[in-house]
T-cell receptor, first 113, second 111 residues
Framework: AQSVTQLGSHVSVSEGALVLLRCNYS??????LFWYVQYPNQGLQLLLK??????LVKGINGFEAEFKKSETSFHLTKPSAHMSDAAEYFC???????????FGQGTRLTINP | NAGVTQTPKFRILKIGQSMTLQCTQD?????MYWYRQDPGMGLKLIYY???????DKGEVPNGYNVSRSTTEDFPLRLELAAPSQTSVYFC??????????FGPGTRLTVT
């Protein structure tokens, strides 16, 4: 069965520092991959997606992610953290044609001033 | 364009009571989903629908029921509420089946 693993339930960085949130998937077939962000007391918003085109994907708010098939990874990065980036981030995967998403357990990002 | 709306925002139920969580989308999406979110567990799929009249179980369907009589609405029914159903419930919709748009959630407490 397909699964998504996010390494680190809580990541803390200083404002202006690099943000790196890790996501690995387990699937024999490269899936479609997504990062969602959830701000406090809100629903999830799509941050970016990989659907088998370019392996480096740019999203909203300066975030990007790189699909690496050899590492079965889809890590999320942002060069310089901003206080407004504090939120919970979810990685999700969908086998092509499955019409469903499988979510990782989430990573809470804290930004220190 | 309101997107995905959910009602109520908050609800407290007593053990054994029943309720319906409402979900409506105005984007004419065929795919709709119900998830529950528990701390540290991510989102778990309860039920989903690929179109009006068609529903299927997700990962954690026990204790819940759904129906889909129209494209717009996808209510989730809890029968005989139990403390284990205390959670935040999210409804989502999609054109493709994987790029999903989420509602704001319903926070349910069963005591």
């Amino acid at each position: 069965a397909q699964s998504v693993t996010q390494l680190g339930s809580h990541v803390s960085v200083s404002e202006g520092a690099l943000v790196l949130l890790r996501c690995n998937y387990s699937s024999s077939v490269p899936p479609y991959l997504f990062w969602y962000v959830q701000y406090p007391n809100q629903g999830l918003q799509l941050l970016l997606k990989y659907t088998s085109a370019a392996t480096l994907v740019k999203g909203i708010n300066g975030f990007e992610a790189e699909f690496k098939k050899s590492e079965t990874s889809f890590h999320l990065t942002k060069p310089s953290a901003h206080m407004s980036d504090a939120a919970e981030y979810f990685c999700a995967a969908s086998i092509q044609g499955a019409q469903k998403l499988v979510f990782g357990q989430g990573t809470r990002l804290t930004i220190n001033p | 364009n309101a997107g995905v709306t959910q009602t109520p925002k908050f609800r407290i139920l007593k053990i054994g009571q029943s309720m319906t969580l409402q979900c409506t989308q105005d984007m004419n999406h065929n795919y709709m989903y119900w998830y529950r979110q528990d701390p540290g567990m991510g989102l778990k799929l309860i039920y989903y629908s690929v179109g009006a009249g068609i529903t299927d179980k997700g990962e954690v369907p026990n204790g819940y029921n759904v129906s889909r009589s129209t494209t717009e609405d996808f209510p989730l029914r809890l029968e005989l509420a139990a403390p284990s159903q205390t959670s935040v419930y999210f409804c989502a919709s999609s054109v493709t089946g994987y790029e999903q748009y989420f509602g704001p959630g319903t926070r349910l407490t069963v005591t």
